[in-house]
């Protein structure tokens, strides 16, 4: 499952709708949706997220969130390391080689290296 389809679930879940209802009120089919939720296809397009949005009456911040979620919910990734030194490759592919095998409390761990390092980048003038 994506973020994003984690989200959509949730909200749709939290409303009392169904995946069929919902995927007819979209226009889309029940399985494409189905598909989006588990992370079966990849990030949806802007068109769609305004009418998701529109459809779960979502407000500004929720909304927000969502295309966040998105943004970051392609079960695909690939990741560019040409130009940067061999370590850099070396960590990715060791990274896409392992991911299926960490725990949870590893993938936290990482993130907040990730996050933290982010926060370091904006301090700095």
Sequence with gaps: MTPFGEAVRRIRRKRGITQKEMAKALNVSPAYLSALESGKRGKPGFDFLQRVAGYLNIIWDEADDLFRVAAISHPRVVVDTSGLPPDYTAFANRLAGEIRT???QTI????AVLANAAKSREKRP
């Design 102 to 104: 960490l725990p949870p």
């Design 108 to 111: 936290r761990e990482l993130s």
